[in-house]
């Protein structure tokens, strides 16, 4: 995501928010307004060609820069988007655009037709993916479009050549957690989001641990306990810095995780801009972590007196 389209995903979601050092930034106030379905945005993403997708609780938005396209559902329209509280978007390598509905599964636009083909759990077809709150969406090199369904668990997709000219449904493999005996709550072992890193490693969050999935095998491994997410963000140098409603947020390199701030749980959403600097969307506020001289098994100081002059948290607290 460009550094405009973190900006304006950060207006949108955060308004009474304090943009430390925002003096380096521009920021566009759009709203409802200026066209704009519904202005609490749930996520948002910039296509390839430039296009910027925004989720909210009335419908799919496409923002041209000057103009706004909705897709809204339809109960008369097959090829309408499947629901309207959209609250995932992702683009695969074809340039098709998937989107995630509360409790309506999938749904991928082609560009070409217009159209959106929906992906759908069906419990009378054990076929279908395994339910329809859609956690994360991560495209494997193997064709293989990997998704965490929320409280269920891991399914694999593959799409045939002719799913957008026929409908054809995509093969689906569901990929079960490992057993867990030292995990006494069955709540425990459910999934909540999945991302991949710079170095094409899936990883997928448990309730209370992180498991890598290999794809080949169609099998989890869990590979670190104490640890989960519900956003995540893949960082360049190869690590992946994430938080849930029960884990602060941390970094985890493949091999250890580290707690970066203690007291911020329940992360929007994270993002790095162009100077290197992670933006943390948190509660009602915007933090601004200058990484330059951070050890990674240091925890940012939390309080937002801590700032520096420049506008960020720089300051590190005692492991």
């Not at 009335?58 to 097959?78: H, I, K, S, V």
């Not at 309080?303 to 590190?316: E, I, P, R």
Request: net charge negative; charged share 20%.
């Amino acid at each position: 995501m460009s550094t405009r389209a973190t900006l304006l995903w950060i207006f949108l979601l955060f308004p009474f928010s304090q943009l430390w050092g925002q003096a380096s930034y521009t920021v566009d106030a759009i709203g409802t307004t200026d066209g704009l379905s519904q202005g609490v945005g749930l996520d948002i993403f910039q296509d390839k060609e430039g296009f910027l997708w925004i989720g909210t609780k009335d419908g799919l938005n496409r923002y041209d820069g000057q103009n706004f396209l909705e897709f809204t559902y339809d109960p008369n329209d097959p090829w309408s988007i499947a629901g309207n509280t959209v609250n995932l978007i992702y683009e695969d390598s074809k340039g098709h655009i998937w989107t995630a509905s509360e409790n309506a599964g999938l749904s991928i636009y082609d560009k070409k037709t217009g159209r959106f083909h929906r992906i759908q759990h069906n419990p009378n077809d054990p076929s279908s993916i395994a339910g329809n709150n859609i956690g994360g969406i991560v495209e494997d090199s193997s064709g293989y479009f990997i998704i965490s369904i929320t409280g269920v668990g891991v399914n694999m997709l593959q799409l045939p050549q002719t799913f957008f000219k026929n409908n054809t449904p995509p093969k689906v493999i569901r990929v079960p957690l490992p057993h867990q005996p030292q995990l006494e709550n069955a709540a425990k072992k459910e999934v909540r989001s999945i991302i991949k890193d710079r170095n094409n490693r899936i990883w997928v969050s448990g309730e209370d641990g992180i498991f890598r999935l290999d794809v080949g095998k169609a099998s989890l491994k869990l590979v670190v306990e104490g640890f989960s997410f519900d956003q995540a963000y893949a960082h360049p140098d190869g690590s992946i810095w994430g938080s849930s409603s029960n884990h602060s947020l941390f970094r985890w390199d493949g091999s250890r995780a580290f707690r970066v701030m203690e007291d911020v749980f329940d992360v929007n959403d994270l993002q790095v801009d162009g100077k290197g600097n992670m933006w943390v969307g948190w509660s009602n506020e915007l933090l601004g972590l200058n990484l330059t001289d951070w050890q990674s098994d240091r925890c940012f100081l939390p309080t937002m007196n801590a700032a520096s002059s420049d506008g960020f948290l720089s300051g590190m607290a005692t492991a």
